[in-house]
Nanobody, 124 residues
Framework: QVQLVESGGGLVQAGDSLRLSCAAS????????MGWFRQAPGKEREFVAA????????YYADSVKGRFTISRDNAKNTVYLQMNSLKPEDTAVYYC?????????????????WGQGTQVTVSS
């Protein structure tokens, strides 16, 4: 069992940066690949970024590539999403998920555990 709690969201202006954190409980955190997803109002949840259990491989949606960076600290049971050059279209609730997959995956169905989400709002 893994419990996830996101933090770090807020209201920022276009071009600003934010760093989201996802703190996990459970001694098996390091065995899970982790991902970030987001859901904008009226839209389906979409993949943002993923990272393997070791942190050795990452995968990004085209819409955030070059602006967002996913990382993890297994000693702190935490995964991060550094978001730079934010745009109004990045406005959404951001969720972290944990998957037992050994490879990075954007498939939402493969994620077994989810956090409650943190709101990110980017004004123009």
């Amino acid at each position: 069992q893994v419990q996830l709690v996101e933090s770090g969201g807020g209201l920022v202006q276009a071009g600003d940066s934010l760093r989201l954190s996802c703190a996990a409980s459970g001694r098996t955190f390091s065995s899970y690949a982790m991902g970030w997803f987001r859901q904008a109002p009226g839209k389906e949840r979409e993949f943002v970024a993923a990272i393997t259990w070791s942190g050795g491989n990452t995968y990004y949606a085209d819409s955030v590539k070059g602006r967002f960076t996913i990382s993890r600290d297994n000693a702190k049971n935490t995964v991060y999403l550094q978001m730079n050059s934010l745009k109004p279209e990045d406005t959404a609730v951001y969720y972290c998920g944990a998957t037992p997959s050994v490879v990075v995956t954007r498939a939402e169905s493969s994620y077994r555990y989810w956090g409650q989400g943190t709101q990110v709002t980017v004004s123009s």
